[in-house]
């Protein structure tokens, strides 16, 4: 037997309600500056960097750090929220992302 799940959904403004405020913009603000990294290394770097080397270093670490920014917001949004605010702090995290860059 598997026990009954509840699957409520709940609203945005619950994202930030019950001291999940400070946490909610920690995740998406940590969305936000990887995504402005990432635009900065792909647009801008280029343009600066004269040598290939230290271009491919930076696109190694902009992987490397994308990595790990994106499997750490994921283990706090499963830490942190409920199955309810699961969707809707991602969606967040995921409109962040794609208004970033």
């Not at 603000?29 to 990432?38: L, R, Y």
């Not at 942190?80 to 991602?90: E, P, Q, V």
Request: proline fraction near 3%.
């Amino acid at each position: 037997m598997t026990p009954e799940r509840e699957n409520t959904k709940g609203s945005c403004g619950e994202i930030f309600r019950d001291r999940r405020g400070p946490y909610s913009a920690l995740v998406i603000s940590g969305i936000a500056m990887q995504a402005t990294q990432m635009l900065v290394i792909a647009i801008i770097m280029p343009t600066i960097v004269a040598d290939i080397g230290a271009l491919i270093a930076a696109r190694a670490a902009q992987g490397w750090t994308g990595g790990l920014v994106a499997g750490s917001g994921m283990v706090l949004i499963t830490s942190l929220f409920d199955t309810g605010l699961r969707t809707r702090i991602i969606a967040i995290c995921q409109g962040t992302f794609t208004a970033a860059t």
